[in-house]
Structure formats: C-alpha cells, structure tokens
C-alpha cells in the first residue's frame, strides 16, 4: 500500500474513464469540437454518428494538466468566443438534467461573460448550457435557483444551430447561495436584475461587508471599491468604510488570487484563520511529482499552513519559515501578506488535502457570502465544502504572516476533536481524519514506514466475546508522514509512550499517518486535569488471541502444542557476555576463545544465542500451519530439558511441549496454496512511567 502520493489515491473515477481520458491527455482538441460554419455540413454525418457525444464525455472527463495545454491553444477562442480570459462565470440554475452520465444545466447567465459590444448593459439575458462532469456534479450538488460561480478555464462551445451556447470544462465551481434560503433568494434575485453586465473584475463585482456582529475595527474595505458604484443598492444601507494605514487586508482568499494572478501579491493582505500547522516532505512543492532529495541528504521538509477565510475558502500556505515549526500559529487569525499561488488544488489531484478540509467542513459558525444586503451575508451550513483551493507560498523576501489579536475570523477554527479508538473503530466514515490519543506498546520499523501497535483503555475495557473490536490497532507511520526529532527521538526508547495522533487517516484494519497527519509526544502533565482523551491504562496490556480475522503486521498472543521444529534454519552463534555484541572474533591461536571488538577484550564465556523457529498445533487456528521465530527466552525455556551431552538438542524432546501465551508480531499470513501464517515473538514495550492520569469513560 502507497501513501506517499496523493496522486495515486484516485478514488473517486471509474478505471475505464481514467484509461480514456490519459488517451485524450495527449492531444490538442480536435477542431470539430468547435465547427466553424463552412464546415458543418461536411461534419455533420460524422457526428450524428455519436462521435460528439463520445468526444464531449472524453473532454468533459480531461485530466487538469490537460486543461493548460489545451488554454495555451485556445487562447484564440477563449478572447472571441468569451471575450474575457480569466473570467469568472456567474449562472443560475434554471433546471438540471443529465445526459451521457454528464449534468446538464439550463443556467441563466448573470455575469462574467461579456459580449463585444461596445454598449455595456445592452447584453440582453442570454440561457446558457452548462455541462458538468459526474464529478463535478456530484461536489457541486446543485439545484434549481443555485447560484453558480465558474472558475476559468471554462470554455464556450457555440453550436453553429443558433441554439444557446454550451459551457465545457467546468471542472472549479462553487455554489455561492444555495437555494433553501427563501430570503438569500430574493436578495439575490434583486442583486441580479439590478445590475447591468460588465466587464468588471470579481472584487468589483462583488460588494463585501462584515458580518454586522464584529466590531468596526475589523471591518475593511476595498480600496477598488469607492470608485466604483453597482445599481443595487437602493435599499441597502452603504457599508462603512474604513482604510487602515497599512496595505488594507481582505477577507477573501480568492478575490486576492484572482486579484493578482500568477504574480506575488503586492500590497494585498488577506485575514484567515490558521486552522492546521504541519510539515511536508519538500516535494509537495512541486506539486507531489518525484523530485525526492538523495537518500544521502536529510530529508527536507516545509512548514505549512492550512488556513481558511471567512468566506470558508481554505489554502495551503507553504514558508520555509521557521516559524511555522511550533503550534503558536494555530488558532489564531493571521494576516498573509507577500504570497504566491503554486498551484490550484482539486479533490482529483490532491485527495489528501481535501480529506483534511473535508474534516473542517462545515464551518463552525456561519460564513460570509459574496453579495449585498445583510441575508446574503451569512451562509448557513447547506454549502457543499470547496472543491479546489490555492496552495499559496510565502515569497522569500516580501512574504509575511502576522497574527491579528482578537479577529472574529479566528471563531471559524475548528481543533482536532480527540476521539476514544472504540469509537474511530465503530464509525464507518473514511472519508474524514481523526485524531486520538494512544498509547504505543511495540513499534517495527517496516522498509520505509514505521509500524505502531497502539491502544488505549477503550479497547482494552472491551468484552472479549462482545464486541468484535481489537484490543490493539497498527497505525502505519507514511513515509510522507514528518515526524518531529521529539518524537522521533522516544520512538528509539525502548519504553511504551503515549502520543496525540492527529489528523490520521482511517483504512481497512489499520491505522494511517499520512502526509499532513501529526504525531505529539504527550508529556505527563501533573497536577492538570487532562481530560477525558488523555487515557492512560491502568494494567497490563491484552492481547487479541489469533484468530481467523486477525491481519498481517498486527499483534496477537499464542497458545498451541509444538508439532513440529524448522531444522534447516535453527542455529546459534556466540555474543559477548559484558556488552552483547554479536559479531565476536575468533582468537588467534584458541579455536575456543573469541574476542569482542566493542570491549576491546577476550570473551572467555561467551553467552549462545539461538534462533528456532517452531511450527505450532493452535485450537484458535486449526487446519492452519501456524511458524513462529521464538525469542530467546523462549527458546531457553523450550531447549531446557532437550540438551544432550554434546551440547546438541534433540528435536523429539521438544514436540508435544506447550507454548505461550507468547506475545508475537503477523509477519505473513498466506492462504495459497495452503494456510499458512508467520509469526514473530516480541517483547511489547514496558510502560515507563507510573501514571497518575485516570480515565473518564462516557
Ligand atoms: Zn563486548
């Protein structure tokens, strides 16, 4: 299983699709899709024939990467055809219907598509074919009387019938007011026939007031503004406006994005709230592609920020800032100032990220709306969570986040809610991150993640036969996962500790720290109540038993009758008694003395250890070839009566012995040709520290 990449997390389309759409990936559009007239009639058999409806679902299906290629070439079209070239399409959804597994809007056009005529205001009503994909549909949830907004890089398709024009790649939408609010609809409606279509940017098209609750220090305006007057506002009180001395900050993420393009933002602050801190492998930059350090090198890694504006728009914010590294940005309302778009995120592409947004959707507290009059400034929680957002980066030289004490912005933040691992366990939704505290009883280092056997007191507490839950859960630590030294530094322990696993990611069985997970060290805090997540286990740590359910890389504990000894791999070798060092030389001269390169010194009685491996008879698995490699305890044990006097052992002495409970770790587990399991004995972590914490239990 891989982690690592977003990329390869594609969920969410079917396989067929995607082989079809890496076919259209490499080419241009075929010019048909855009008929000029004289050739319409010498195409028209070809596409009655179902080519265009093949073609339109290939096209609509486009992977993002294509769509820039593709705007480089359609630059031409796009500045005739929609006469705007990073516009912002604004629709009504008049009905909805599907056809060829594509969503068919009939729209009204509100804005952002502008006719050549010289005489602004005379476009007269135009109806619009919107198509979206089923993933996009499906995000979007659109209705009748939803206002929809259309991110470039739609496109226009004039069918040469003279019916309405078709929109294409509709792949950034954002339902801006959803249909339930009776009074956002007649806002809205007025808002609509009032204003006369222009050409004017998305900061001017839309008028931005705070939420009347905050205090007038916070509320700011755009300077573009004052100059600027829409038709619609009889009957609305004129916003207050207020300059601060400063660059004036905005509360939209996206209007400064659209605002200032491609370039740093200049003089352009915008208020979020901080709602993560994390780091990143430093290939996230460019976009999750190979570009991995040497091994050789140490891995680099970037503080990031998850941030969100009180519209509910989030973004990544990366900084190589050294700031970011500690948690004292969480929470708090932030100014960014000095950024950079690195690239447009969507679900397709980025999955984890929108998993980790999809966790704080939705908004605690009601979001601001794009519009005028105060109904259209509070949006209940019937929007559908974003469906794209910008990764921004902070510009070396001009790039600066501050903390603003005391903004309203900061009531959106939303911390890791700590749930007991019983209830991660019993919840079926996957789609979401959780956080937990847990307690670490043995960790194993796999290839290039690292495997954690957690537990805490719920699942300890539970009923054997009763409920079906593990008493443990491996948590797979991703490659992608940053670990602090901190905590990489108690993971070399060879004592249990308890961490705070936030933001993890559920998957079958198991447990997963991914890229934008945390691990804390959870220190013993004396004295404080630490809540009900702190959950410390007040005994011994059980074991599942093995059982036909359990999975390979977890624990289990063993009973069973020895049947059987793997001779071919049973041997011994001598370790020095004083440090154990296992690679003794022999002594020059004394075939029966060794000598330990670590101490320096002649090991005169060496210390013999053994490696055994044991097939067992288990009643929890029968018909089931059950190995275990024993530890050396055990082996003690298990040899201690089978010595003969030439310091062999003798293999029938061993069968029919008892063993266990031993303690062992799922190394493999095969059902073909016949079933077969490899286990290893381990020791689990003692528990280092004599807890004083108790736990409440709901
Ligand atoms: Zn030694």
């Given at each position: 299983m891989d982690f690592e990449s977003d990329d390869r997390r594609i969920l969410e389309r079917p396989i067929k699709q995607k082989v079809k759409s890496a076919e259209t990936t490499l080419y241009t559009?075929?010019?048909?899709?855009?008929?000029?007239?004289?050739?319409?009639?010498?195409?028209?058999?070809?596409?009655?024939?179902?080519?265009?409806?093949?073609?339109?679902?290939?096209?609509?299906?486009?992977?993002?990467?294509?769509?820039?290629?593709?705007?480089?070439q359609c630059v031409s079209y796009q500045k005739t055809l929609s006469g705007r070239k990073s516009g912002v399409?604004?629709?009504?959804?008049?009905?909805?219907?599907?056809?060829c597994t594509i969503q068919v809007a009939m729209c009204e056009h509100l804005a952002g598509l502008q006719a050549n005529s010289p005489s602004q205001g005379e476009v007269p009503r135009t109806g619009l074919k919107v198509l979206f994909t089923k993933e996009t549909a499906r995000h979007l949830k659109g209705h009748p009387q939803d206002i929809v907004h259309i991110y470039p890089p739609w496109q226009m398709l004039i069918a040469p019938s003279g019916s309405c024009p078709v929109i294409l790649n509709t792949y950034f939408c954002q339902k801006v007011v959803a249909k339930e609010d009776s009074k956002i609809i007649h806002e809205v409606h007025c808002w609509d026939t009032a204003l006369p279509r222009r050409s004017i940017t998305l900061a001017q098209r839309f008028r931005f007031r705070n939420l009347t609750n905050i205090s007038p220090e916070s509320q700011v305006m755009y300077s573009g503004l004052t100059t600027r007057r829409t038709d619609c506002t009889h009957g609305h009180e004129e916003a207050k406006q207020c300059f601060p001395a400063q660059a004036p900050l905005r509360d939209s993420l996206l209007d400064a994005v659209e605002s200032q393009g491609a370039a740093p933002w200049s003089g352009v602050g915008v208020r979020v709230v901080v709602?993560?801190?994390?780091?990143?492998?430093?290939?996230?930059?460019?976009?999750?592609?190979?570009?991995?350090?040497?091994?050789?090198?140490?891995?680099?890694?970037?503080?990031?920020?998850?941030?969100?504006?009180?519209?509910?728009?989030?973004?990544?914010?990366?900084?190589?800032?050294?700031i970011l590294k500690d948690q004292q940005l969480e929470g708090k309302s932030c100014s960014l100032m000095g950024m950079k778009v690195l690239q447009k995120a969507t679900r397709g592409r980025t999955a984890g990220l929108f998993s980790l947004i999809d966790t704080l959707?939705?908004?605690?507290?009601?979001?601001?709306?794009?519009?005028?009059?105060?109904?259209?400034?509070?949006?209940?929680?019937?929007?559908?969570?974003?469906?794209?957002?910008?990764?921004?980066?902070?510009?070396?030289?001009?790039?600066?986040?501050?903390?603003?004490?005391?903004?309203?912005?900061?009531?959106?933040?939303?911390?890791?809610?700590?749930?007991?691992?019983k209830e991660i366990l019993q919840t079926n939704d996957l789609s979401t991150r959780c956080s937990f505290y847990a307690r670490v009883i043995y960790q194993r280092p796999q290839q290039r993640e690292i495997w954690l056997m957690v537990t805490d007191a719920t699942l300890q507490m539970q009923d054997e036969n009763n409920s079906g839950l593990p008493k443990t859960i491996p948590v797979c630590v991703a490659p992608s996962c940053v670990l602090s030294q901190e905590v990489l530094e108690a993971l070399t322990e060879a004592v249990s500790h308890s961490f705070f696993f936030r933001d993890?990611?559920?998957?079958?069985?198991?447990?997963?720290?991914?890229?934008?997970?945390?691990?804390?060290?959870?220190?013993?805090?004396?004295?404080?109540?630490s809540g009900a997540h702190s959950c410390e286990l007040t005994?011994?740590?059980?074991?599942?038993?093995?059982?036909?359910?359990?999975?390979?890389?977890?624990?289990?504990?063993?009973?069973g009758t020895v049947i059987g000894v793997d001779e071919s791999t049973a041997f011994s070798w001598p370790t020095c008694d004083m440090c154990g060092n296992e690679r003794l030389e022999l002594s020059p001269g004394d075939r029966d003395t060794f000598s330990c390169g670590d101490c320096s010194r002649v090991v005169t009685s060496p210390l013999l250890r053994k490696h055994l491996q044991v097939f067992l008879d288990c009643p929890s698995r029968p018909h089931c070839t059950v190995k275990v490699k024993l530890s050396q305890t055990s082996i003690s044990s298990l040899l201690r009566f089978?010595?003969?006097?030439?310091?062999?052992?003798?293999?029938?002495?061993?069968l029919g012995k008892e063993v266990g409970l031993l303690n062992c770790f799922v190394e493999s587990i095969t059902t073909h040709p016949a079933s077969c399991i490899g286990l290893e004995e381990i020791e689990l972590l003692s528990a280092g520290r004599a807890s004083s914490e108790h736990c409440r239990l709901p």
């Open positions: 559009p075929q010019k048909q899709m855009f008929p000029r007239t004289s050739e319409t009639s010498a195409n028209k058999k070809k596409l009655l024939r179902g080519g265009l409806a093949e073609r339109l679902n290939d096209l609509q299906n486009r992977e993002r990467s294509a769509i820039s290629l593709w705007r480089h399409l604004i629709v009504k959804i008049l009905e909805l219907h599907e056809e709602q993560r801190v994390y780091c990143l492998p430093y290939r996230y930059q460019q976009g999750g592609g190979s570009a991995a350090p040497p091994d050789s090198d140490p891995p680099r890694v970037r503080g990031c920020l998850l941030v969100q504006d009180a519209y509910g728009m989030f973004s990544e914010v990366h900084s190589e800032v050294t959707w939705p908004p605690v507290m009601p979001l601001k709306a794009p519009g005028h009059g105060q109904a259209c400034e509070k949006v209940k929680n019937h929007m559908p969570p974003p469906s794209f957002c910008y990764i921004l980066t902070a510009h070396p030289n001009v790039g600066q986040i501050d903390i603003i004490e005391e903004d309203p912005v900061s009531k959106l933040y939303q911390p890791p809610v700590p749930r007991f691992l993890t990611v559920r998957a079958q069985g198991h447990i997963v720290c991914v890229e934008r997970s945390v691990l804390l060290l959870q220190k013993p805090r004396l004295g404080v109540d005994g011994p740590v059980k074991l599942n038993e093995l059982v036909s359910v359990t999975q390979v890389n977890s624990i289990c504990s063993i009973q089978a010595a003969c006097e030439d310091g062999s052992y003798e293999v029938k002495s061993v």
